[in-house]
């Protein structure tokens, strides 16, 4: 089954009865993680908090929190259709090249996903309906979560990091920790060895001082998602990989202020820069 976007796939999980919504008021500031935390232990459902305490932006929570609804949000029925993919990403790390027109043959059914990678750009999106810069920005007014008692601050646990670095073609999609320091300031987390990061540091050589620029997508489709923590090839984008989970190509929209591009189906997007030099202390986080 293939989801048009995050609503439509948490429309499903209702129906099949995955996922619970939660109408009393409830804290983004620690309570919500302690009752996802005792839920996600006994492999209970996805939760929908809509009334956070404060805001009139539901959480949700706990998507991926079983075998089975990863499967489901990767448009497949059994967790058994995960093994398919692991030999996807096989495939797709060590691809092993016909030896001729008929081993071509037999083995255009693992060539035949290859074909829908490229995303499909579409020039209007629902996602940039409502646009809010400079001092309009504040992200204070997003329900962004206090995990842990000994936590830092607010935590942007599943951000959809878009970065392209300035001599490669595809766009990277990898899910880094955000840590909220300011209205419109956030700390970005990425290992050196992720593709954010490999971006980043390419750019700090080719535009020595110049801003880096890098989009953020909150609330995507569940192929998406689940694309963005995958560990494909860094020559792949997890857009293509997004498009392979489905059967059908990513779609997504031009940025408004540089030249990445966003998932069309995203409930938010933040568009803003990374300068380089500028650092700060971040964590400790009680994940990790």
């Known amino acids: 089954m ?6 439509d796939f948490i429309s499903f999980l209702e129906q099949r009865g995955q996922l619970k919504r939660i109408s009393v008021e409830v804290d983004p500031h620690l309570e919500i993680t302690e009752i996802c935390d005792r839920v996600l232990k006994a492999e209970g459902p996805a939760l929908l908090f809509e009334n956070p ?6 959480i949700l929570a706990n998507l991926f929190g079983t075998p089975e609804r990863v499967a489901l949000g990767m448009g497949q029925e059994s967790t058994e259709a995960l093994r398919d993919v692991g030999k996807l990403l096989a495939f797709l790390k060590e691809p092993e090249p016909p030896r001729g027109i008929k081993d071509l043959w037999d083995k255009r059914e693992s060539f035949k996903p290859v074909l829908n990678m490229p995303v499909n750009v579409v020039k209007k999106a629902l996602c940039q309906e409502i646009i809010l810069e400079g001092d309009r920005v504040d992200l204070s007014t997003l329900p962004i979560q206090t995990c842990w008692p000994e936590d830092a601050g607010p935590l942007i646990t599943w951000p959809l990091v ?3 670095g300035p001599e490669k073609e595809r766009q990277n999609l990898g899910i880094y920790r955000m840590q909220v320091i300011g209205k419109n300031r956030v700390i970005m987390r990425w290992l050196a060895q992720r593709g954010g990061a490999l971006d980043f540091r ?10 880096f620029p890098v989009a953020v997508a909150l609330g995507a489709d569940p192929a998406t998602i689940l694309g963005a923590v ?8 997890e857009y293509a990989f997004a498009g392979l989970l489905r059967g059908e190509k990513t779609m997504v929209t031009p940025c408004l202020g540089n030249d990445l591009q ?7 997007v933040l ?3 990374l300068m380089p030099g500028d650092e700060a202390d971040e ?3 009680g994940d990790h």
């Not at 390419?202 to 801003?211: D, L, M």
């Not at 995958?230 to 792949?236: F, G, K």
């Open 53 to 58: 305490r404060g805001y009139d932006i539901p």
């Open 202 to 211: 390419e750019w700090q050589q080719a535009h020595p001082g110049e801003p």
């Open 2 to 7: 293939k989801y048009k976007d995050l609503r």
């Open 262 to 268: 966003v998932p069309a189906s995203a409930e938010f």
């Open 230 to 237: 995958t560990p494909v090839p860094d020559t792949l984008s």
């Open 271 to 273: 568009e803003g820069h």
């Open 162 to 164: 878009v970065t392209r």
């Open 283 to 285: 964590g400790p986080f």
